[in-house]
């Protein structure tokens, strides 16, 4: 009977693993409702992957979140907040309009203005969005480009297929655009 228990751990704990090496970032919250674990279970297998050296975790806000130990530790930040979706809708959305207002994002998410300030304010402490005020107007960059766009390249391929196919449509319409004030 204890050799099933065994190999259960043992199964549980690889799917585990799996799952964060393919989702670095995740918290525990995420893998327990995901992968259809209990909770302690999850915590248990969690805590032997970290014990272990497989795993290790970074507490960023209110979640603390995990990772393979290949991944390095100047990504924790950025994976942790691409696994949540507002925040990386956010930050795609600030990847193709630089410089938004506080305005352009609640119009672009339908959140509310104090919903938006909060994300925003945690995007700023975590350093990856910076603000320039203009007056009583408040504009919003990403403070490192590149590393997020790697980031998605790598552990958000599809996110960043649709942002690729949006950049292509617009450069063919900027295209047509050029050739016909040419013509």
Avoid: C
């Amino acid at each position: 009977m204890r050799d099933e228990k065994d190999e259960d751990d043992s199964e549980n704990r690889k799917r585990i693993y799996d799952y964060i090496k393919k989702n670095p970032g995740a918290h525990l919250r995420m893998i327990t409702r995901e992968l259809e674990v209990g909770m302690g279970a999850t915590q248990h297998h969690l805590d032997i992957l970290e014990r272990s050296g497989k795993v290790k975790s970074r507490r960023i806000n209110v979640y603390r979140h995990y990772y393979a130990v290949e991944v390095l530790d100047a990504e924790h930040n950025i994976l942790a907040f691409l696994r949540q979706e507002t925040a990386m809708d956010i930050l795609t959305y600030l990847m193709e309009h630089p410089k938004s207002t506080q305005s352009e994002i609640i119009n672009f998410k339908g959140f509310s203005a104090p919903t938006i300030s909060w994300h925003m304010h945690r995007l700023e402490e975590s350093g990856l969005v910076s603000s320039i005020k203009e007056g009583r107007t408040i504009r919003y960059t990403i403070t490192d480009m590149q590393s997020i766009a790697a980031a998605l390249k790598t552990y958000h391929p599809s996110v960043w297929d649709k942002m690729l196919s949006r950049f292509a449509d617009l450069f063919l319409q900027i295209s047509s655009k050029t050739e016909e004030t040419d013509a």
